[in-house]
Nanobody, 119 residues
C-alpha cells in the first residue's frame, strides 16, 4: 500500500508560479510512475503530467506544455509539479497519483489540493 500526501497549492495571480509536492510512504515509491491530475468544477479529472521511473519522456497535457514541469526525488520519495505562468483556467483541485509501471491503472491517490488562479 502507498499513501500519498500533497502540499503546496493555494492562491496565485495570473502569470505567477506555484509548486506542488507529493510525498509517498509505504511501498517503494521509487518503483512507480508518478503523476499529477486535476479536476476543475464541472469537468472531468484529467492527467496533467506524468513521469516514469527512469525519468524518460515525461508526459504533459497540451494545456500545460512549456509551463509545468514534473520532477521526482526518489531518495526522499517525493515528486513535484512546478507550475509557471499560471492562468485562470489552471484553477482546479490537483491530485498526485502513482501507479505500478506494469499497470495502466493509477491505483494510488492523494487527497487533493486546491489551486486558484485569479486574473
Amino acid at each position: 500500500q502507498v499513501h500519498l500526501e500533497e502540499s503546496g497549492g493555494g492562491l496565485a495571480r495570473a502569470g505567477e508560479s506555484l509548486r506542488l509536492s507529493c510525498i509517498a510512504s509505504g511501498r517503494a515509491g521509487y518503483l512507480m510512475r508518478k503523476g499529477w491530475y486535476r479536476q476543475a468544477p464541472g469537468k472531468e479529472r484529467e492527467l496533467v503530467a506524468a513521469l516514469s521511473t527512469n525519468n524518460f519522456g515525461p508526459f504533459y497535457a497540451d494545456a500545460v506544455k512549456g509551463r509545468f514541469t514534473i520532477s521526482r526525488d526518489d531518495d526522499n520519495n517525493i515528486h513535484h509539479l512546478q507550475m509557471s505562468n499560471l492562468k485562470p483556467e489552471d484553477t482546479a483541485i490537483y491530485y498526485c497519483a502513482a501507479r505500478e509501471e506494469s499497470s495502466s491503472i493509477w491505483g494510488y491517490w492523494g487527497q487533493g489540493t486546491q489551486v486558484t488562479v485569479s486574473s
